[in-house]
Nanobody
Framework: QVQLVESGGGLVQAGGSLRLSCSAS????????LGWYRQAPGKARESVAT???????NYLDSVKGRFTSSSDNAMNMMYITVNNLKPEDPAVYYC???????????WGQGTQVTVSS
């Protein structure tokens, strides 16, 4: 069983930045895809960034150019740097890992990002 733990959330002013981290108890290299999601109150969870392979990352259109995600499979860590935070960005941010062969998606418990105006 893989456990994911996010950290790095907090309260920042609009225009500010945060670096969120995700650590895994298991191996990220065994995952087919890694991802960051967010869920704001009253809204559905949405994909923010999907990492497949070593360097391929797909971003939600509204965060392109502001968010950058990467993974360090040797350390079983995943990161997302969120820059120029906007009023639409506050949410609980989750990391996830997918094992297609097991039909399983692993989720962390989430980390809260709050933006003040």
């Amino acid at each position: 069983q893989v456990q994911l733990v996010e950290s790095g959330g907090g309260l920042v002013q609009a225009g500010g930045s945060l670096r969120l981290s995700c650590s895994a108890s298991g191996s990220f290299s065994s995952m087919d895809a890694l991802g960051w999601y967010r869920q704001a109150p009253g809204k559905a969870r949405e994909s923010v960034a999907t990492l497949t392979g070593v360097v391929l990352v797909n971003y939600l259109d509204s965060v392109k150019g502001r968010f950058t995600s990467s993974s360090d499979n040797a350390m079983n860590m995943m990161y997302i740097t969120v820059n120029n935070l906007k009023p639409e960005d506050p949410a609980v941010y989750y990391c996830s890992g997918k094992r297609t062969d097991l039909g399983t998606v692993y989720w962390g418990q989430g980390t809260q990002v709050t933006v003040s105006s």
